[in-house]
């Protein structure tokens, strides 16, 4: 009896050790499919460079603007444009994002209004980037008559990134602990003053990240400004925002035509000639740039704030 | 002599009861505060409001002008030519077309790495590669339109495909299946990870291996997690526009062949956006008729994304 129930034993041992050939199989077989996600991520890189490198470090390529011959051609109208660009989404985007999610997270009854704004809030941040586009071309362009703007690309941009911030917001509240608020109602405050004064100064750091990974998103998003028939060849710069006389500051620019960086990029994409190629490689290259630096900036902040909380 | 009482009556000589009395100008400020931020919150709502009134109102006109029908059944799309033909199904088919090139890359690479990530693989690995991984989510897709026609047409047409046009679904298909891997995985991971640990316990317990814990049990825990996360996939392969519009070619085609090129329904709308488009025009008319299908089949599939998971739920 003792010797069946010791080889009893000893089959399930082997049956397991079988089994566990697997284990090692997938394990491999995980690493094999992350590597063609970074290699993908290095070849672009790599492909990117070695195809750019002699336009992207040339200053004239900054400093010029847009030009038939391929090699005078430059991104200056480009990265002027989403600056401003950018500058008007960001001005817009957040005060309504995380206006929005102080709502939602602090003051929103348990109701269905509420129910139906986060559900909205949800599906909006599936919503194809491009339909976003049609919105603006229907209703900034043509219904408000704003025109082919840079304050219509920017409100455009804004629309698309709401989402983004008030998710960053609530989840940036949300990690506040309630005692805090509680202490605050316990002396007297209103529910703004709990806000003002202690909920918003906790979670600016996480709301930021927020905004910083919204923007970085923003700043790549090409269909929806082709859509509202933003020009791919500017040959000048918006007014100036700055003025030598009074008032010294004009906003006439808002209103001017304009391009950004990755529509540059897609107008040298389609070109035929391959020296125009080089060029969207650079541009590429100074978009991905920016893209990396704000990402990494919000990884570094959300890195920063976890090793400061003290609560 | 000051004795603590005295100081409080000398500070605050009014009774307690009217001190912490009613304010209407305090009151009436927390209104408007309140209310200023529902309107902030209600923005989210106007938006979609604003997306289905514009998508319909504008393309009306184009469906008085061609009928439900023709635009169904057609197979022809050369709205812009002087024999125009309204069939939405080429551009139909280059969507499905790409979009399955790409869930066909997104969906085993992103589940395998899921399942590796949560049940395989160390903190320290977790934390190297998952931000490698969200980098790869953010990479403007302009940049990857650039890839696919730049470096991956060639580099299939120097190896397996030799006859590969230098517009082709394929190769955009494949370029947006790794775009898409971060968006799958990271949700995947996210529904493993709130697997409750006794499962995986009481299963290791019983003798199972990792392999067979992960599979068997992780997995179909928290399938309806995993859904959600190829129903995001899907929807982002279907909406994604600058790598189809770069790498796939600008020409409706009515084909079910990946190795050809064709123009799907985003790629049309850039199209005409890039050239001269008069308010009221027919190109006008089109690209908002366009859009609506696009945003109604995304609804469909995310209906049914919807139907699939909460079939599929399991209860803890």
Redesign the interface.
Known sequence: MAANNEQHIQE?RA??KK??I??K???I???L??L???T??I??FA??AI?GAPRLLSWDFYTSFPSRRASSAGILSAWVGTTLVMLVTAISAV???V??G???EE??PKNWMTA??EI??T??A??????????A???FV?QFGLGQSILAAGLTLA?LI??VV?VATREAIRSIPQAIREAAYAV?S???QVVHDHVLPYSTGGILTGVIIGL??A?????PI????AL?FIAFLPDSPFKGEFPYISFDWIMAPFTVM?IQ??SW??RPEEEF?FN??AA?LV??GM??LM?ALA?YLRYRIRRNIKW | MNSPAQIMNEDFSLPVSSRLAFRFSRHIRERIIEFILLLAASIAVLTTLAIVVILVYESLPFFQHVSLKDFLTDTQWTPLFDDAHYGIMPLVAGTLVTTGVALSVAIPLGTIIAIYLSEFASHKVRETVKPFLELLGAVPTIVFGYFALVFVTPLLQSTILPNLPGFNMLSAGLVMGVMIIPYVSSLSEDAMHAVPMHMREASYAMGATRFQTAFRVVTPAAFSGIAAAYILGISRAMGETMVVAVAAGMQANMTWNPMEPAETMTAYIVQVSLGDLPHGSIGYQTIFAVGLTLILMTLVFNIMGFLLTRRFRERY
Do not use: C
């Open positions: 399930i049956l397991i089994h566990k697997w284990d199989v997938f394990a077989v995980g690493l499919a992350m063609v996600g970074v993908t991520l070849v672009l492909n990117l195809d005060p309504i994002g206006a929005a102080i709502y939602l003051y929103a139906i704004i909205n809030v599906n909006l599936g919503v194809p980037s491009i339909v976003y586009g049609l919105l071309l229907g209703l043509y629309l709401l989402p008030i007297g209103t529910r703004w970085s998103r700043i790549g998003e090409t269909a082709i859509t509202i028939g791919t990755p990029m897609f994409t389609s190629q969207a490689a590429g978009l991905l893209t990396l990402n990884i």
